[in-house]
């Protein structure tokens, strides 16, 4: 039995058997989750959403007690949350990427006049 797990906004799918961690689908499917400790939940870096929680392992206590309040927004840790059905999880933009993509819209806009 496998499940298909979607990332956004890069629109990448892939199909993972129950239990995988979200972290490890990302890698899977070649799609970035930045961590930097590995997947121990020690660095909060691998933060996504799932707007639903469909699909998803319930929060563990160690994910509870570092995410408190987010939890109620559907923000997930990847290296915590496991896939446990078919679900689609957004990835939050790195800053810089997202001022570069600014950036170039705007330059866009500009050439136009």
């Not at 400790?37 to 909060?44: E, T, V």
């Not at 206590?61 to 496991?82: F, P, W």
């Amino acid at each position: 039995m496998t499940f298909d797990i979607r990332f956004l906004p890069d629109d990448k799918s892939v199909r993972v058997k129950p239990g995988t961690s979200v972290l490890d689908a990302s890698r899977k499917a070649r799609v970035l989750i930045r961590t930097r400790c590995g997947g121990n939940a020690a660095c909060l870096m691998c933060k996504v959403s799932a707007a639903s929680g469909e699909g998803l392992s319930a929060p563990s206590d160690n994910e509870k007690h570092k995410l408190g309040n987010q939890l109620t927004e559907g923000v997930r840790l990847a290296c915590q949350a496991k896939v446990t059905g078919n679900c689609t999880v957004n990835i939050p933009e790195d800053p810089l990427k997202a001022a570069v993509r600014a950036q170039l819209a705007k330059q866009r806009e500009d050439d136009l006049w």
